[in-house]
């Protein structure tokens, strides 16, 4: 890879994950990288294909991480099925390992998929074409080491940890840290192990069917 692009993507990473994809134009992106435009059309065409390029430049070495941890964990179960927290650990534990290696910048890439999870489909739109493999076989662990959960109920937890994730991605909620009463900073590996002890918590909380079948039905308002 070329001097000029690694520039244009160091500094579009960085910037989108300071103001925000939307926020962020291509002439503020080719001012910051000193290149000129024809250099990102040359490389990329367009802002969406540069935002993917991003991604996928992070993203490709942290898949095959996931499913070397996967895999090491199946085996070493045997037959039965890999644990909940192993599951997770095996997907989120390489984002998380990027955050401690902030010379590379993988700290502000984290930043950067915490602000892409809260701003729409852009980021989903680019894991589904490019890491659709990896999320089928993370969905299939997720659902042996889940078999009583029904479907729907795996969707909505799956979508409340897509929440989490995002939030704890951008260092927590600002908010809370301005009335917090004691120290607040942000530790990749804590980070982690609470994630995982609150999601696990959270997909294996019991389901108030009565109350769920109840609404469905109408009957409560």
Not at 96 to 103: K, L, T, Y
Request: no cysteine; glycine share 6%; net charge neutral.
């Amino acid at each position: 890879m070329n001097h000029t692009k690694d520039q244009i993507l160091d500094t579009a990473e960085r910037l989108f994950a300071e103001q925000g994809y939307a926020a962020t134009s291509l002439r503020s992106i080719i001012a910051a990288a000193g290149v000129n435009l024809a250099a990102i059309h040359y490389h990329f065409r367009s802002k969406e294909a540069l935002l993917e390029a991003v991604v996928v430049r992070r993203s490709q070495p942290a898949n095959q991480e996931r499913l070397k941890l996967l895999e090491n964990f199946q085996q070493a179960a045997g037959s039965a099925p890999v644990s909940l927290e192993q599951v997770m650990e095996a997907f989120l534990a390489p984002t998380f390992r990027m955050a401690q290696d902030s010379a590379s910048g993988g700290r502000v890439f984290m930043r950067l998929l915490g602000r892409l999870h809260a701003e729409g489909d852009l980021l989903s739109g680019i894991l589904k074409a490019q890491s659709s493999d990896v999320l089928e076989r993370f969905a299939a662990a997720l659902r042996r080491a889940l078999p009583d959960l029904e479907p729907e109920e795996l969707f909505w937890r799956l979508n409340f940890s897509i929440g989490a994730l995002a939030q704890t991605l951008r260092g927590g909620s600002k908010e809370l840290a301005a009335i917090a009463d004691f120290p607040v900073s942000f530790d990749a590996e804590n980070a982690l192990a609470r994630l995982i002890a609150f999601l696990s918590a959270g997909f294996r909380a019991p389901v108030p069917y009565e109350k769920v079948h109840r609404l469905h039905a109408g009957e409560e308002r």
